[in-house]
């Protein structure tokens, strides 16, 4: 690009702890939040007694708090595999995966969703050799096909390797490193692989143990969330949950929705939450972003659909910053054109996508979004042209 830079050096402590810093900064901002909002915080464990009841142990020993409307928002944590204890030091979450003190030679991820490509691909550019094992024969399951597909190869030209359809049975760490045994999904013959470090990444659960559910008569359904209705009320009158304890993606975005709309409900509002159009984004690089039904869905559901696709690389924003990879997928209903969802990957797909998730919350057809005058050059002008490819109408390829 006519500039020339001499060899970049990395340098993780201080990589680490600019991380760190920022965090520190976004969660002080929290604190100030709830002083500025006159909320009262108290650091420690609480778990809840009875209705309307909640015993809370600090450092200073036991507290109760009583209140008409309890509301469970205590997230979720990585799930782990049989066989397999993590250390995070050689064996890690994502959160050890994100305080490594130096980069792997070699990582292997058990997970291809989407914190495990997430942490492959951040590895994988600052150096490590990154293999992806994954027990069902595709990356980001539930995602649309044709944008799983060709993020894989992205990711393979990216230098990270993939082993699809192979089930990790055990992991045993020794001076030297990680041994991990491999079974192939549909049966067949045994392997060893090794690593410097694993992540473990093939999932999240509830975090419900320990806050006085069975002492209030609250089941779990049977993937261990909390069962709510409509107003996000629980079994308990007086007991309400949101986010990762209760069902839906565990996304942080769906999460503050959860919270905002049951505050409302508990304040006598009309509180609701569009659970069709929540964004999901894989922050990787390129960005995987996604709204709305698959073509898989669709084509499952009986639903005749059409289908418009805009390639990045015929974008001229796109190629300008060296961005060519991707594109813009449309699907919209063949009778009355209404988006049914809309696929992303690409340069800054995550910001892209909220775009179309404005307009499929309004019920936009597809001939809407063509008609949007679009600024010259974007990446967003890649949206208008996958919706005029809907009818076979995009300009610009």
């Known amino acids: 690009m006519g500039i020339s830079l001499g060899k970049p050096k990395l340098n993780l402590g201080a990589m680490m702890e600019a991380k760190d810093k920022i965090v520190s900064g976004l969660t002080g901002g929290i604190d100030h939040l709830f002083r500025k909002n006159g909320i009262t915080r108290i650091e420690g464990t609480g778990r809840i ?45 994502s959160t050890g995966a994100l305080a490594l003190t130096k980069v792997p030679k070699r990582l292997v991820v058990i997970g291809a969703g989407y914190i495990g490509l997430e942490m492959a691909t951040v590895w994988r550019r600052l150096g490590a050799e990154v293999e992806v094992v994954e027990y069902l024969p595709r990356i980001l399951p539930g995602m ?5 597909t060709k993020f894989k190869t992205i990711l393979e030209k990216d230098g990270i390797s993939f082993r699809l359809g192979a089930a990790v049975t055990s992991a045993k ?18 392997e060893k692989i090794t690593a410097d470090t694993v992540l473990v990444a093939v999932g999240r659960k509830a975090n419900t143990d320990g806050l006085g559910l069975d002492a209030i008569g609250l089941e779990l359904d049977e993937r261990g969330r909390i ?52 964004p999901g984004i894989v922050y990787t690089a390129p960005e995987v972003a996604t709204i709305g039904k698959t073509e898989e869905q669709l084509k499952d559901a009986g639903i005749s659909y059409k289908k418009g696709v805009f390639p990045f690389l015929a974008n001229s924003r796109a190629r300008a910053v060296g961005h060519g990879d991707g594109f813009v997928k449309i699907l919209a209903d063949s009778t009355t054109d209404r988006v049914l969802g809309v696929h992303i990957i690409g340069h800054e797909a995550g910001t ?46």
């Not at 209140?67 to 995070?88: F, M, R, W």
């Not at 892209?352 to 010259?376: N, Y």
Request: hydrophobic fraction near 40%.
């Open 49 to 93: 007694t009875a209705p309307g009841s909640v015993v809370v142990t600090t450092a200073k020993g036991e507290e109760t708090l009583t209140s008409d409307h309890i509301l469970i928002a205590t997230g979720s944590e990585a799930t782990g595999l049989k066989g397999i204890t993590i250390d995070e030091k050689q064996i890690v979450s």
């Open 144 to 148: 649309d096909q044709e944008i799983a």
């Open 173 to 190: 760490t020794n001076k030297s490193g990680v041994v991990l045994d491999l079974e192939p999904a549909g049966g067949g013959d045994a």
């Open 227 to 278: 069962p709510v209705d409509e107003d996000f009320e629980t079994a308990i009158p007086g007991v309400y949950a949101i986010g990762d304890v209760i069902a839906g993606p565990m996304l942080a975005h769906k999460a503050e929705e959860d919270g905002v709309a049951a505050v409302e409900i508990m304040a006598g509002m009309a509180g609701h939450v569009d659970y069709d159009h929540v």
């Open 352 to 397: 892209i996508i909220h775009e179309c998730a404005t307009a499929m919350v309004f019920g936009a057809s597809s001939e809407d979004i063509a008609r949007t005058c679009h600024g010259h050059p974007t990446l967003n002008e890649a949206v208008k042209e996958a919706a005029l490819a809907v009818d076979g109408r995009a300009i610009h390829i």
